[in-house]
């Protein structure tokens, strides 16, 4: 499940089966929330479906609201947090090395990634700990600070970056990349159509999304 947008305040969130590639439901929000994920869901439900598990973008909010469920955090919305808070260049060794780690993220195991982790840590702990002395009277400061925000990211995520390889039984994708395509894909047909009036604009969705 995830969202895309179409302009400001015009938001799809779509909920897709990972095994047919079916849409199940869809709705148009003006923002994504938690509670909306929660009503999609119920939909489904109702409607007679089984959840077996869910992959989701990670956003605050949606690992405590579905515990009951198996959840995937998608590898590469993983990899695109660590990649904004480090860039794709950084400069410092230990930001190129924790940047190489997270890029492995979708092309290893859960023991491998979690063993590469905490040797990166082991190596770096003093350089991630560093402080910078502020001015007389104001507390000092850590220095790197988006290396910190990146390592955290990945060690508050880890527990659901691997939901796929603890429930191999279960065939969790683990990505999102199946939504993903499908919205690239649609917002690609949609630029052909520059201009359409907003009522348009959902009929041609709806209809894209039936197909």
Same mark, same amino acid.
């Given at each position: 499940m995830?969202?895309?947008y @179409?302009?400001?305040g015009?938001?799809?969130?779509?909920f897709?089966?990972?095994y047919?590639?079916?849409?199940l439901?869809?709705?148009?929000?003006?923002?994504?929330?938690?509670?909306l994920?929660?009503?999609?869901l119920?939909?489904?439900?109702?409607?007679?479906?089984i959840i077996?598990?869910?992959?989701?973008?990670?956003?605050?909010?949606?690992i405590?609201?579905?515990?009951? #469920? %198996?959840?995937?955090?998608c590898?590469?919305?993983?990899?695109?947090?660590?990649?904004?808070?480090?860039?794709?260049?950084?400069k410092?060794?230990?930001?190129?090395?924790?940047?190489?780690?997270?890029?492995?993220l979708?092309?290893t195991?859960?023991?491998?990634?979690v063993?590469?982790?905490e040797?990166?840590?082991?190596q770096?702990?003093?350089?991630?700990n560093?402080?910078?002395?502020?001015?007389?009277?104001?507390?000092?400061? @850590?220095?790197?600070?988006?290396?910190?925000?990146?390592?955290r990211?990945?060690?508050?995520?880890? %527990?659901?970056?691997?939901?796929? #390889?603890?429930h191999?039984?279960l065939k969790? %994708?683990?990505t999102?990349?199946?939504?993903?395509?499908? @919205?690239s894909?649609?917002?690609?047909k949609?630029?052909?159509?520059?201009?359409?009036?907003?009522?348009?604009?959902?009929?041609?969705?709806?209809?894209?999304?039936?197909?």
């Amino acid at each position: 499940m995830d969202t895309t947008y @179409f302009g400001r305040g015009v938001g799809l969130m779509l909920f897709k089966d990972a095994y047919s590639g079916t849409n199940l439901h869809w709705d148009y929000v003006a923002h994504e929330t938690v509670a909306l994920y929660k009503e999609g869901l119920q939909i489904l439900i109702d409607k007679g479906y089984i959840i077996l598990g869910l992959v989701c973008d990670g956003k605050r909010g949606l690992i405590n609201s579905f515990a009951q #469920y %198996p959840l995937q955090i998608c590898q590469f919305h993983q990899i695109a947090i660590v990649r904004r808070y480090l860039t794709k260049n950084p400069k410092s060794l230990a930001s190129k090395a924790l940047l190489e780690h997270t890029l492995l993220l979708t092309k290893t195991d859960k023991e491998s990634f979690v063993g590469g982790l905490e040797s990166w840590y082991k190596q770096w702990e003093t350089f991630l700990n560093e402080r910078t002395a502020k001015t007389e009277g104001k507390k000092s400061r @850590f220095t790197h600070r988006k290396l910190r925000s990146a390592y955290r990211s990945l060690t508050t995520n880890l %527990p659901w970056l691997f939901t796929w #390889y603890d429930h191999l039984e279960l065939k969790i %994708p683990n990505t999102t990349n199946a939504i993903d395509g499908h @919205f690239s894909d649609l917002k690609n047909k949609l630029r052909n159509h520059n201009g359409m009036a907003l009522k348009r604009k959902i009929r041609f969705i709806d209809e894209f999304l039936k197909a």
